[in-house]
């Protein structure tokens, strides 16, 4: 009989912003703003599968699914299989203030989240299942790489999918660099906003996003000078504009008095890049009533077991 650790165990996973304007499904970053998990095993499940009691706290909590169809618990139960042991029942915690559905990574944090914990609930997990295998099967529950890759390792990270293998690079950022977020109060499915992308581009707005794509990876290692020139997108979040109209207005407004501003993720949260709490401090000052803002340092720290 497998056996699982005593007690609960806990998890934190940072948000994530992906794309920072020109990396589309290939950069992303991990902020300072977590959400916490803890889940405790029930003993072993029944013919019918496992009994999973689920609370929420926080975002999310009117409306997240209470069973076996959390996104938590899927990731768990994928994790299980993985190991090889069966799902226990299980009571689920969750402890969330990231924002669903806002393009800060709050599915992310969950599959994450999810198979870090079924990782730390079996005793040699971690041996059995290393970074590399969680986060391809991370990747494999999103679909893309670019907000479970940093939720999962933590800082800035570069990453990918080519020959059947999952890639992720972690990349420096200088300390002096920090993010602001803003936060519109209703969401937008990413299935929207990416159902609004065309299927080919000009090759001309492919080559620039490729150029301000690299310079970002050098305007976060360092160059902070070169922010608002590398986080210009050319690819995708125009077409994005429909969906979230106001999103892009205050992208718009931010970068003609050069703050570096992108959509985040998916959007319709709005992502600026500054390098100083004055920087900061005006950004926040252009929130709009019923907005969320925050200004967030990057988490170098990725998924973390909290004992």
Do not use: K
């Amino acid at each position: 009989m497998t056996t699982y650790v005593d007690g609960p165990v806990r998890v934190s996973v940072p948000a994530t912003s992906a794309n920072l304007g020109p990396g589309f499904d290939s950069l992303g970053l991990a902020l300072a703003h977590r959400d916490r998990l803890e889940a405790v095993a029930l003993g072993p499940a029944g013919p019918g599968g496992p009994s999973v009691e689920v609370q929420v706290e926080g975002e999310g909590a009117a409306t997240l699914p209470r069973g076996r169809d959390h996104l938590v618990v899927q990731a768990m139960e994928a994790a299980f299989a993985a190991l090889g042991v069966p799902a226990p029942n299980l009571r689920l915690t969750c402890h969330n203030v990231i924002p669903q559905a806002r393009g800060m990574g709050s599915s992310s944090a969950a599959i994450v989240g999810g198979l870090g914990l079924a990782r730390a609930m079996v005793p040699d997990g971690a041996d059995r299942l290393d970074d590399d295998a969680l986060l391809a099967m991370a990747a494999r529950i999103e679909g893309h790489p670019d907000n479970v890759a940093p939720a999962l390792l933590g800082g800035f990270v570069v990453s990918g999918h080519d020959d059947g293998v999952w890639w992720a690079v972690p990349a420096p950022v200088d300390p002096r660099v920090s993010a602001v977020v803003l936060v519109p109060p209703d969401p937008v499915p990413t299935e929207l906003a990416r159902g609004l992308l065309p299927t080919t581009v000009p090759l001309a707005e492919a080559a620039a996003d490729a150029g301000r794509t690299a310079l970002l990876v050098a305007a976060l290692g360092g160059s902070v000078e070169q922010l608002w020139r590398a986080t210009r997108d050319h690819l995708h979040q125009e077409h994005r504009r429909p969906a979230m109209p106001a999103t892009l207005e205050m992208v718009d407004r931010l970068r003609a008095r050069g703050v570096a501003a992108a959509v985040s993720g998916a959007g319709p949260t709005v992502i600026a890049l500054v390098s100083g709490g004055a920087d900061a401090a005006s950004v926040l000052a252009d929130a709009p009533d019923g907005w969320g803002s925050w200004a967030l340092d990057v988490d170098p720290r990725g998924l973390v077991v909290e004992v």
